[in-house]
Every structure is written in C-alpha cells, then in structure tokens.
C-alpha cells in the first residue's frame, strides 16, 4: 500500500512537472510560433496579461467598393522585448475576445507583412521603443456595409504580455452610378450653298453610349419665311449608341438664307446642335454669282492694310457689283468697301479690296456680297468671317536684377533690348511693399545702339522690406514690349560697429568689458540676432571666441548694445572683432557691414617683471668681439703673471739652496 501512494505521488509529480515544462515552453517562445491563421485564443493563456507598449490600426481608405483592395497599418511600440526582439500581431475582426480573423467577415488577405496571406505574423529584432510597421494587403468584402479591423501584439520581454488596438472601421459601399449624360451631337457637314428648290440630305453623328438615341429631329427656317419647321432624322448606319441619322430637306423656293439646328433625346436628356445659333445655307436661284473662299492670313498686325481676294463666277451675265463689309475690333457697327475686278472677266474673275486694320488688337469681322443685277448672295452663309489683329512684335527684353536688396542701398535693374526698327525708350515700374501704385523710372543706354543696346536704372533707396515688384517696358518703332513681372526682396540690414572697451590703458591679467552697437536699418524687427566678439591676434586663419551671444532681436531702425568680458593673457596689439549673423536666415541684405574689427595695446602691469631687450645681430657679434678681445688681454695678462712667478721663483731657489758644506749651490 505504501509502495502504492509512492507511485500516485510520483506519477502525479511526473505529470506537474509535464504541464510547468509545457507552460515554461508556451511562455517562453524563444523561436516564435510562426507565422499562420490563427485566434488569439492560442497564445491569450499565455500572454494574457497587458503590456506597456501600444499598437495602433490605419485603413489607407475610409470607404472602398467590394473587392476593392486596401491597405491596413498595424504600428507597434514596445518599450520592452525579449532577448531576440521578437513580437507576433494577429489582425482580427473584433477585439482581442473576438478572437476571428478578418477574413469571417468577407475579408480576403492578399498579403501579409512577411508576404504570405496569413492573419498573424511575427518579427525579430525589433527595437525597443521603435515603432514598427505590420501591412496587411485585403480586399473588400462583396457584401455592403461598415466593418471593423482590430490587432493585437503579444511578446516577451518583461513578461508574456499583449495589447490590443481600437477599432479602424471601414466603410464597403457600392459606387455611385455615374450620372446620366445626354446625347452628343457632332456638327454636320452642310453645303456652303445649294439651288433654289432643291433637296439636301442632312447627314448627322449622334453619340450616346449609355442609354441609346432614342430620337432625333432637325429644325429649319427656309429662306424669307418667319415660320419654322422640323422633320424627324432616322437612324440610317450605327447603333442608338453610335450612329448616322439623315432625313432629306427641301431648300425652299426661294433664294436667302437657310437656318438650321439639331435635336436629340436619349429619353432622360436632350442636346441641341450648335447650342447657340443656327447653322446656315446659302440658297441661291439658278445664274446667281458664285463667290469662292478668299486667301486670308492668320493674322493682321493694327494698323496695318488686309487685302482681300476671293474668286467670282456669274455664268448668265457676270457680276456686276461686289463689295466686302468688315467691322474693326471694337467697333459697333459694320463699314462697306467695294471690291474691285483685279484679273479675269465678270463671269470668272478675282475682285480684291483693302481694309485698314485699325489701332486695337481682336476679331475683324468680314463677309463678302456680290450680284449680278438680278440675284444677290452672301459669303460666308453662315455670316461674318474673322480675322485676328494682333499687335506687331515690339522689342525684345531681357532683364537682369537681383533676388534681393538691402532696405539701405540702391538697387540696379539692367535690362538688353533689342528691335530692328530701333528701340525709342526703356523704363522700369516698380511697387514697393505697401504702395498701390507703381512708380516709373527711365532707363539709360549703357552700350549698344538704339537696335540692340544694353540699359540700366539705379532705383532709390526701398526703406520698406518685403518683396518690390516691378517690369520693364521697351518702346519699339511700331509696339512696346512688356517683360513678366519680377520680385527683388527688400531684406532688413544688420550691421554691427566697431568694438569699444571700459577701460582706456589695457593690461595683461586684468578683466576689461568689451561692447558692440548692433543696428537694423530696416522697418521690422529682426530675431535670431547671433553676435561674436573675437581675438583676432592668432596666427593666421585662427580666431578664438571671446564670446557668443544668441537669441537677440534688434528692434525696427533701432539698436541694441551687447556686451563681453574679456581678460587679456599677452600683452602688445590684440585685434578684436565683433560679427553679427542671424542663425542661417537669409534676412540680412548687406553682409558688408556684418564684421567691425578694433585694435587694442594690452601693455604689462608694473611689477609684473623685468623686460630685457633682445640685441640685434649686429650688437650681438660687436659683444661678441669685445667679449673675445677682452678674454685674449686677460689669458695673456695671467699668462704673463704665471711666467714671471715661476722665474722669480727660480731665482730665489737659488739664492736659498746651500751645499753639504752650508755653502750655497
């Protein structure tokens, strides 16, 4: 019996340990779990518990159509990860309770972001406290309707933990359909003129791809009548869709103008062709004149001569009178030339006629009028012609000037113009800031000549900052010539003057305050002031900072003083500078005078030592010189003692030294 508790107790252990080896291995997930389609029910055991980090969701679209395809951003920041920086997000469709993968709700993932198509994916080496982006790639569901995504992160780090984000909701609607468009009707070709009593087939092109022509109808006033009339055009080549409708048209009898239009239905809209207007047919009897279309140019410069030439025939009797009715650009009403014949005969012949241009640019309208006594006609039918005026070409202007000016100094606008009928004058408009109107100023010719020269202006002073528009106008020999609009920016002048000291004498060791007046000539304040005081004394290139002074603002045409300490370390002539900036903006005009410089004599206090001139090289070898004289007179002079010691010596030796017989030796 007890051998039989022992097993129960070691069996039960055996599977506690089991289940805390299982739990360890699910807490743990060093490797991951992979990537898959998966609820959050899998790894909510484990990481049930919240985390520290965030995790947000972004639809790239608000609304989509079904089957659309749409982008959704799931950004994760996590302030702690474990050893490998691994976290998994699962995409679902509801809160992390919820537990389904988007794809219940209709969704379909086209791509993951590790590429697969799954709704849980997992990345390594992340960095704590980086946001980092998951992108899901889905399509819309089919059905209608408003849907929400939902994510959630699960890691380590400081424990199994997990959050979930708020809901990014997504609208899936169906698009609008697209709105009813009426018929298009393209303008047909029509005869510029036809016989009395005669039928012409009306030939149109009516477009309407959506529902399809249902009908069209073309309406008509003939020639001389006030009543209108209308006849149905039937399909003849197409589709409703896209198609030719006709239908036949009698002229009338008698000769004039015909007017009509088109009308089409697609039952929900209508068109009408032209959409102002008539088009016209000139109905003429049989033996009226004929005119052809004349030669005309493109354009006729003002004040200029048009001529016109166009081509006649009269088969029964020629024509007897043509003239040309033309209205200039701006005027009311129209005037009357008459034409003449310039080559041919009255039956087949080229009659001409001038028209002055006139001074204004536009449209001058023109129609032509001929009759062979009996039967009148127009050209066109359809009324006037036109023909633009234009201005002739004035000279050609190039202009130079600066992007910006100083509000203290002149500005120069150069200008080259050229014209070969000369160039009678060149002036430049300039507004300042704040003025409504421009003010005028002539140029004067540099070099050159009147046909290609170069010109100049020296504008005054602008005291005002801010952007000076202006352009320059050359007058040629028939026009003048307007160059496009430039700005010169008007920039506030910062300047600094020269540094003053406290103290008069300077010396070595010895505190001194350093000042500098910075001034802004312009009309505003200026900020971001930077000033640097300097010793300029190093070797070249070198320049040690005494002091660096930021933030300042120099209030509108005013100043301010700024201050520095400064202690000299060697004494003879320091230069100091002081130099004014303005943190990187280019607001200042005139960086001429944005440096100020000082010299200063630092001298020794008394006291402080002794000072030894230094010899030139040529004392130095006449001391040397002496130095050498004077020890060769000293070594010959102890030479000498030391001679005449050792003979005295001698001699008293022998006066001294006495044989064996006490007698002297």
């Not at 006033?221 to 006709?246: F, K, M, N, V």
């Not at 050498?628 to 030479?639: K, S, Y």
Request: with cysteine.
């Amino acid at each position: 019996m007890k051998n039989g508790k022992s097993s129960f107790v070691a069996g039960v252990l055996i599977a506690l340990l089991l289940v805390l080896s299982s739990a360890t291995q699910i807490l743990g997930f060093p490797n991951g779990a992979t990537d898959g389609d998966k609820l959050f029910s899998s790894c909510s055991g484990c990481h049930g518990a919240a985390g520290a980090g965030t995790v947000t969701v972004a639809a790239s679209a608000g609304t989509v159509e079904p089957g659309a395809t749409i982008d959704i951003t799931v950004t994760v920041t996590e302030p702690a990860l474990g050893d490998s920086g691994l976290a998994g997000v699962f995409l679902l469709k509801g809160p992390a309770g919820t537990q389904e993968s988007p794809t219940a709700d209709g969704w379909a993932i086209v791509r993951d972001p590790n590429g697969g198509t799954h709704n849980y994916v997992e990345k390594g080496k992340l960095s704590a406290g980086a946001a980092v982006p998951f992108v899901w790639t889905l399509t819309a569901p089919a059905a209608a309707g408003t849907y929400s995504v939902y994510a959630t992160a699960v890691h380590g780090g400081s424990g199994a933990v997990s959050e979930s984000s708020t809901a990014a909701t997504i609208t899936v609607a169906a698009a609008p359909a697209p709105a009813d468009t009426p018929p298009v009707i393209e303008p047909p070709v029509l005869p510029a003129a036809v016989m009395v009593g005669t039928v012409q087939d009306i030939h149109v092109r009516i477009i309407d791809a959506t529902d399809g022509v249902k009908a069209a109808r073309i309406h008509f006033t003939h020639p001389g009548s006030r009543d209108a009339g209308e006849a149905s055009l039937a399909l003849e080549e197409g589709t409703p869709q896209d198609g030719i409708w006709s239908a036949p048209l009698d002229v009338g009898q008698k000769p004039g103008s015909l007017e009509l239009y088109v009308t089409a239905t697609d039952g929900n809209g209508s068109a009408r062709a032209p959409a102002d207007g008539s088009f016209i047919i000139s109905v003429v009897a049989p033996g009226a004149p004929e005119i052809s279309a004349p030669e005309l140019p493109a354009s006729v410069e003002t004040g200029s001569l048009l001529g016109v030439s166009a081509p006649m025939k009269d088969s029964d009797g020629g024509v007897k009178l043509a003239v040309l009715r033309y209205r200039l650009p701006g005027a009311a009403d129209f005037s009357t030339v008459q034409m003449a014949l310039a080559e041919g005969t009255p039956g087949s012949g080229r009659w001409t006629a001038e028209v002055a241009a006139g001074p204004e640019p536009g449209a001058l309208a023109l129609s032509i009028e001929a009759t062979d006594g009996t039967n009148d006609v127009s050209w066109p039918a359809a009324g006037p012609f036109s023909v633009p005026v234009v201005r002739p070409p004035g000279p050609t202007v190039e202009v130079e000037a600066p992007a910006s000016a100083p509000c203290s100094g002149q500005i120069e606008i150069r200008a080259r113009a050229a014209d070969p009928g000369g160039v009678a004058g060149v002036k430049v408009h300039y507004r300042p800031e704040g003025e409504r109107a421009y003010i005028v100023s002539d140029m004067a010719r540099l070099s050159g000549d009147a046909r290609d020269g170069e010109w100049s202006a020296v504008l005054p002073a602008i005291e005002a900052t801010g952007s000076c528009v202006f352009f320059v106008v050359a007058q040629g020999a028939r026009a003048e010539t307007r160059s496009a609009d430039m700005a010169i920016d008007i920039l506030a002048d910062i300047y600094v003057l020269a540094p003053v000291f406290s103290e008069n004498r300077l010396v070595v060791k010895k505190e001194v305050v350093i000042s500098a007046v910075v001034g802004n000539c312009g009309d505003r304040p200026v900020s971001g002031v930077t000033v640097r005081f300097l010793d300029m004394s190093y070797s070249v290139g070198e320049a040690r900072i005494i002091r660096s002074v930021t933030g300042l603002t120099v209030p509108a045409e005013g100043q301010v003083t700024v201050t520095a300490k400064w202690m000299p370390q060697a004494e003879g002539n320091r230069k100091i500078a002081a130099v004014v900036s303005q943190d990187g903006k280019a607001t200042d005009g005139n960086a001429q005078n944005d440096r100020a410089e000082t010299t200063a004599k630092v001298a020794l206090e008394s006291g402080m030592g002794v000072k030894f001139p230094i010899p030139s090289p040529g004392d130095m070898w006449a001391q040397l010189a002496v130095i050498a004289v004077a020890g060769t007179v000293v070594c010959a002079g102890l030479f000498y003692g030391l001679l005449s010691q050792e003979k005295r010596g001698r001699r008293r030796a022998g006066k001294d030294v006495k044989g064996p017989a006490g007698k002297q030796g």
